[in-house]
């Protein structure tokens, strides 16, 4: 008769309570993926581009990005993450090693100014949800800069 012996699990330690991330490079099903929201977002610019140029487009940004995050292209998106319900399928924990990134703008689509494919940018979870929000960038400096300040103060 054999004992089981239940595998070994690591230790829970999900993305958003580490200190840092390492990402994987975005696999081509990524790519493959955001040049299909990008048709989105270029249709309410009343801008047309075939696939193979909406392809050409996200993988011409990812490379100007590091392959990552827009906010975190110095670090290797060491500070982004993805949103956590993206690490479960059918209520298991399964962690995705690279970022599900989320088109973003540079000037906020709520803000009513006029959008063109440069102000797209390429964000994960984290940063376009809970950093860029509807601020345009002078004003996240801004709000950022005092935080930062406040942090000093408290450390
Ligand atoms: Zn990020």
Same mark, same amino acid.
């Given at each position: @008769?054999? /004992?089981?012996?239940?595998?070994?699990?690591?230790?829970?330690?999900? %993305?958003?309570?580490?200190?840092?991330?390492?990402?994987?490079? %975005?696999?081509?099903?990524?790519?493959? +993926?955001? $040049?299909?929201?990008?048709? &989105?977002?270029?249709? $309410?610019?009343?801008?047309?581009?075939?696939?193979?140029?909406?392809?050409?487009?996200?993988?011409?940004?990812?490379?100007?990005?590091?392959? /990552? *995050?827009?906010?975190?292209? $110095?670090? &290797?998106? @060491?500070?982004?993450?993805?949103?956590?319900?993206?690490?479960?399928?059918?209520?298991?924990? /399964?962690?995705?090693?690279?970022?599900?990134?989320?088109?973003?703008?540079?000037?906020? +689509?709520? +803000?009513?100014?006029?959008? /063109?494919?440069?102000?797209? *940018?390429?964000? *994960?979870?984290?940063?376009?949800?809970?950093?860029?929000?509807? +601020?345009?960038?002078?004003?996240?400096?801004?709000?950022?800069?005092?935080?930062?300040?406040?942090?000093?103060? @408290?450390?």
């Amino acid at each position: @008769m054999t /004992t089981l012996v239940p595998p070994l699990v690591p230790p829970l330690v999900p %993305p958003h309570f580490r200190d840092h991330n390492e990402w994987l490079v %975005p696999p081509d099903t990524e790519i493959e +993926r955001l $040049q299909g929201t990008l048709s &989105n977002h270029l249709r $309410q610019m009343e801008i047309k581009l075939s696939k193979p140029e909406r392809t050409d487009f996200v993988k011409t940004l990812l490379a100007a990005q590091n392959q /990552t *995050c827009a906010f975190g292209k $110095q670090v &290797n998106g @060491m500070y982004c993450w993805n949103e956590p319900k993206e690490n479960y399928i059918d209520d298991v924990y /399964t962690e995705k090693w690279y970022l599900k990134l989320q088109w973003g703008h540079i000037k906020p +689509r709520c +803000r009513k100014t006029e959008q /063109t494919k440069e102000d797209l *940018c390429l964000l *994960c979870a984290r940063c376009n949800n809970q950093i860029q929000t509807s +601020r345009h960038l002078q004003q996240l400096k801004a709000e950022l800069l005092s935080k930062i300040e406040h942090i000093d103060g @408290m450390l």
